[in-house]
T-cell receptor, first 116, second 113 residues
Framework: KAGVTQTPRYLIKTRGQQVTLSCSPI?????VSWYQQTPGQGLQFLFE???????NKGNFPGRFSGRQFSNSRSEMNVSTLELGDSALYLC???????????????FGPGTRLTVL | GESVGLHLPTLSVQEGDNSIINCAYS??????FIWYKQESGKGPQFIID?????DKRQGQRVTVLLNKTVKHLSLQIAATQPGDSAVYFC????????????FGSGTRLLVRP
């Protein structure tokens, strides 16, 4: 079974631009989570989607948004990019039960975003 | 590959020795704990997990210990191999927010041949 895939793997943008990152979960997985990884802040939760609904959101400004499609694929968008948005953006998928659960999350390789 | 962290604590061990990686978690109400391994250029990879009603769980060459009294988690790797060199993260899932992982800062494990 193919793992979580993320596109693009590398991206360079300039301040003020916007960016869209894509994540395809493992086949059959319905939950997709996004994380930001930086050397200074480590791994931080952005948001989680299940059945096209955002169930939880981390402490990031409104410039960070996401969505999930009916096939469980997800995108995240960052508008008005700032230098501090340079990071590795990781997507994880899982196959959760209907309610809250601690199902194993499987991570993709990430998208390396550099903001100049 | 990507730099996971510039100031991570580093554990250096001789190949064949046992490794112990420690983690202090923050939320006494967390219900579930997980260890992840991240190699350069890759996303975190699940190693082993443990629920809060347990204090020990064993996998293949790995053991996780949970001490809820002092909010401490450890990962023991037996007979450490060069392929174990990576950054290791502990993560917790709070009871009141089961859809997200809260990660620790990570420890870099270097295995000397």
């Amino acid at each position: 079974k193919a793992g979580v895939t993320q596109t693009p793997r590398y991206l360079i943008k300039t301040r003020g631009q916007q960016v869209t990152l894509s994540c395809s979960p493992i086949s059959g997985h319905r939950s997709v989570s996004w994380y930001q990884q930086t050397p200074g802040q480590g791994l931080q939760f952005l948001f989680e989607y299940f059945s096209e609904t955002q169930r939880n959101k981390g402490n990031f400004p409104g410039r960070f948004s996401g969505r999930q499609f009916s096939n469980s694929r997800s995108e995240m968008n960052v508008s008005t990019l700032e230098l501090g948005d340079s990071a590795l953006y990781l997507c994880a998928s899982s196959w959760p039960k209907e309610g809250p659960s601690a199902d194993t999350q499987y991570f993709g390789p990430g998208t390396r975003l550099t903001v100049l | 590959g990507e730099s996971v962290g510039l100031h991570l604590p580093t554990l250096s061990v001789q190949e064949g020795d046992n490794s112990i990686i420690n983690c202090a978690y923050s939320n006494s109400a967390s219900d579930y704990f997980i260890w992840y391994k991240q190699e350069s250029g890759k996303g975190p990879q699940f190693i082993i997990d443990i629920r809060s009603n347990m204090d020990k769980r064993q996998g293949q060459r790995v053991t996780v210990l949970l001490n809820k009294t002092v909010k401490h988690l450890s990962l023991q790797i037996a007979a450490t191999q060069p392929g174990d060199s990576a950054v290791y993260f502990c993560a917790e899932i709070p009871m009141d927010s089961s859809y997200k992982l809260i990660f620790g800062s990570g420890t870099r494990l270097l295995v000397r041949p």
